[in-house]
């Protein structure tokens, strides 16, 4: 096929094209579109957050597996300590239960049976419940909050407690913060004034014995049943993407590149160097396009209109350029520069 000449004043030249200044600089290394700053900066920057994700979220989920591991190891160790009297373990100075969180301790006194509030919003085995707490007035002045037990709420009704003095068995465990819905924490601040120093914990009543028998109107509320979740492993997944993001980027980068090139390689007819595919050529192939340099094609080419017979037509004497692997810069012949070379 003859190359697109322009009459420019008695010499031919090829009209310019817009990869002309990549064929005139042929030493110039051509840039993949997987390897061009933009894409790289944007390639850095996603890494970046992914990694930073990672290592937030990991720190978070450490954060709850650790949190969840010192109370299942303080549940444990409570179970194997003395029943001891609360007095012993907390203090009213105290601001929360502390190492006593778990323990099972005593208290004596009597029961306000004029405090009792109804807890709701709580199931327990599935089953909605009523809950009734209400203050214990110890024997030395101070005041604690029990939680005497529940009965489901379709037949719940308020148990009457007993008069005098008792001896309340629970569990220590720490007050519930408050919020804007009273009747759903257990907190002294939506309970009446006990009129004295206010312990910082409360009681999951156990038993409630008076000096004939003892409290059973109520079932007791059972223990929380402590895991430690699947926290530990989400900390190493997220920590693992953190580790893994710069080398899946970079994968995937050097992948695109290939591809790219692949396919470039495919739309010009061409395959890869030591490739007998199909659209590949042979050193000495006289195939258009693949002419090597100094050889011609004026054994299998016709002379054209206007030209003497035997002549070389101008592109027929001009070696093939390097082509370019931009995708929209097609090679269609040699260069201005060339054909000046070759006249």
């Keep these: 096929m003859r190359p697109n000449l322009v009459d420019t004043g008695g010499s031919e030249h090829h009209a310019p ?33 992914v990694f930073a994700l990672g290592v937030v979220a990991g720190r978070w989920q450490w954060e709850r597996y650790t949190t969840k591991s010192d109370a299942v190891a303080a549940q444990q160790r409570a179970e194997d300590a003395a029943v001891v009297n609360v007095r012993e373990v907390v203090s009213v100075s105290d601001a929360d239960a502390g190492e006593a969180q778990w323990r099972t301790v005593t208290a004596v006194g009597t029961l306000d049976s004029a405090a009792v509030i109804e807890l709701r919003g709580r199931s327990i085995d599935a089953v909605a419940s009523i809950q009734y707490v209400t203050w214990l007035h110890v024997n030395d002045g101070t005041a604690v909050v029990v939680n005497l037990g529940w009965l489901p709420r379709a ?19 720490d007050l519930e913060p408050r919020n804007d819905r009273p009747g759903t924490r257990i907190t002294p601040a939506d309970m009446s004034d006990p009129g004295g120093p206010i312990l910082p914990l409360y009681l999951m009543a156990r038993s409630v014995c008076g000096p004939q028998e003892c409290f059973d109107a109520l079932a007791p509320v059972p223990e929380p049943s402590l895991s430690l979740g699947p926290h530990l492993s989400y900390a190493m997944q997220w920590w693992l993407l953190a ?49 090597e340099p100094g050889s011609t094609e004026s054994d299998s080419t016709e002379p054209a209109d206007g030209e003497p017979s035997g002549a070389t037509p101008v592109s027929e004497s001009i070696p093939p350029t390097r082509r370019t692997w931009r995708r929209w810069d097609r090679y269609t012949g040699p260069s201005d520069e060339e054909v000046e070379d070759a006249l």
């Design 155 to 173: 037949s719940a009704t308020m148990p009457t407690l007993p008069a005098g003095q008792v001896t309340v068995t629970g569990v220590v465990r």
């Design 243 to 291: 580790v893994a993001a710069a080398p899946i980027a970079i994968a995937l980068t050097r992948r695109d590149a290939r591809l790219e090139r692949e396919g470039l390689l495919k739309d010009d007819g061409r395959a890869e160097p030591g490739s007998t595919e199909p659209g590949s050529t042979e050193p000495g192939s006289t195939e258009p396009g693949n002419i």
């Design 17 to 49: 094209r817009p990869y002309d200044r990549e064929v005139s600089n042929p030493g110039r290394p051509l840039r993949r579109a997987a390897y061009r700053p933009w894409r790289l900066a944007v390639t850095t920057l996603a890494v970046l957050a």
